[in-house]
Structures are given as structure tokens and as C-alpha cells.
């Protein structure tokens, strides 16, 4: 995500990454902050659906905070089985790496 906030500074865009370090419990208070705070909010997990995202988007939901201009992009891994190879490899498969993430 590091990376992706670099790549993305370069062409002058701003950026928050936030580590949430922990699925349970959520930090409400920091989600409804960057909500506030951003237009674009993308949560990246290497998970696949139901995870952490899964609990964002309930959260957002139930606290209105998808009823206004926030775009909200959910980047897990895909449903399906992914070959073995180097963790770069495989991020990049997945759809997870640093050019995948700023170009989101």
C-alpha cells in the first residue's frame, strides 16, 4: 500500500494509508474519519471475500456513510485458486500490486 501511496504522490494525488491491523474490533471512529476526511476509500486485504472488507462495507452501511459522494473500493483476492509461485507473482496475479492499487 506504501508503494501505491508513492506512485500515487508522484502524480500529486494525496493519500492516507491507514493499518487497521485488526479485523475485530473495528475502529469506527477512524473509518467514519477518513470517510470525512476522503472521497475515495479502498480497503486492500490478502483475503478473500467475507473478510475485512466484508465488515467495512457493513459498517458503512449501517452508519449511512454510503449514501453520500464516498466511492468505496473493496481489493481482496479473487475467488479462486492461485498458483503457487513468488508472493510478487502472485500479488500481481491477484490484482494486488502497488500499480493495480493506485490505478483503482
Request: glycine share 10%; net charge negative; proline share 4%.
Amino acid at each position: 500500500c506504501m508503494a501505491a501511496a508513492n506512485l500515487l504522490e508522484q502524480h500529486g494525488i494525496s493519500v492516507t494509508v491507514a493499518d487497521a491491523r485488526f479485523c475485530k474490533p473495528l475502529d469506527g471512529e477512524l473509518i467514519k474519519k477518513l470517510v470525512q476526511e476522503h472521497e475515495v476509500l479502498i480497503t486492500v486485504e490478502e483475503g478473500s471475500i467475507g473478510g475485512f472488507s466484508a465488515h467495512i462495507s457493513h459498517f458503512l452501511s449501517l452508519n449511512g456513510l454510503l449514501d453520500g459522494n464516498l466511492k468505496w473500493r473493496p481489493m481482496v483476492l479473487p475467488d479462486r485458486y492461485i498458483d503457487h509461485g513468488a508472493q510478487s507473482n502472485q500479488i500481481e496475479e491477484a490484482g494486488l500490486s502497488p500499480k493495480h492499487i493506485a490505478g483503482t
